[in-house]
């Protein structure tokens, strides 16, 4: 596969995953692929911890599960949320942007068949969603995230040693450029191998969490937790994704 088919066939795999490890040979890759990430100066500031064993699975679940129920109760989260939650195929399809609600969250029966218009309007008013979160509404879609990290036949742990800063007064937001080339070459070679992957930022939205996160796995105080992925060989293929069109974004000579 060329470079350009692994960007445009890459999802975010949110689905469940086949029930098998990651082979060897094809694990060596995505490090590899990772190795050879740039990075100012050639610092290399990226360690990945490998998670294949169930404790340590399931001690980032639960971590995910309460970040997960504690967003639902989070007025700001849920009204942030709702500028990039988009309520249906067509209207996410036309817009290019944000996420299909119903890709995050399995929502209740009766707001399944809810008209576009009702749920429109809940989404406006999130901010009274934190009632709904109060009387539990997150413990469905936090249990149903929890499974698929207990799940992953590997998660990983991407962290930053800040003690490899480059030099100059950016130091810190090349070295946060790199970590996410590490990221995407990680994504494309898996894409390459029919591995899916997906982000799992939930247990890193609060610095609490990422410190627990920290003492569960043995990392530094002067590492930051970038982010946790999930990954595993894709069952099933149904992934969709939207983009804006190129005019939105590009710009010859100066922006208009
Ligand atoms: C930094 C970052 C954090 C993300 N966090 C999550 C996440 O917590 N859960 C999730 O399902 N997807 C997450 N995503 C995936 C995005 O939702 C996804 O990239 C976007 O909707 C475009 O879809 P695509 O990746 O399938 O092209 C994240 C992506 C990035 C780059």
């Known amino acids: 596969m060329n470079v350009l088919d692994a960007i445009l066939q890459r999802r975010s795999h ?6 098998r490890d990651i082979q060897v040979d094809d694990l ?13 100066f050639n610092v290399q500031p990226w360690e990945l911890v490998l998670i294949r064993e169930a404790a340590g699975k399931s001690a980032l679940a639960g971590l995910t599960e309460r970040a997960v129920i504690a967003q639902f109760k989070d007025a700001k989260f849920l009204d942030d949320n709702s500028r990039w939650m988009r309520v249906t195929e067509k209207a996410w399809q036309e817009l290019g942007d944000g996420v299909l609600l119903a890709d995050h969250v399995t929502l209740p029966k009766p707001l399944q068949d809810a008209p576009e218009k009702l749920l429109q309007g809940l989404l406006k008013n999130a901010k009274s969603f934190t009632l709904l979160g109060h009387l539990g509404a997150g413990k469905i879609p936090a249990k149903e995230i929890a499974l698929q990290v207990r799940e992953a036949p590997l998660l990983m ?24 080339m590490l990221i995407q070459n990680i ?3 898996a894409t390459t191998l029919d591995i899916g992957v997906q982000f799992v ?15 569960l796995f043995n990392i530094p105080i002067f590492h930051e937790v970038i982010t946790l992925l999930r990954l595993g060989y894709i069952e099933k293929d149904t992934e969709s994704a939207v983009r804006l069109p190129t005019s939105a974004f590009v710009h010859f000579e100066k922006m208009k």
Request: proline fraction near 8%; charged fraction near 30%.
């Open 14 to 19: 949110r689905g469940t995953f086949q029930k």
């Open 28 to 40: 060596d890759k995505l490090i590899e692929a990772a190795r050879w990430a740039p990075s100012p």
């Open 157 to 180: 742990l991407v962290t930053m040693n800040c003690k490899r800063y480059p030099p100059g007064e950016g130091g810190t937001r090349w070295m946060w450029l790199s970590m996410g």
């Open 187 to 189: 994504l494309l070679t």
């Open 201 to 215: 930022s939930a247990p890193l939205e609060r610095s609490a969490d990422r410190e627990q996160i920290r003492r």
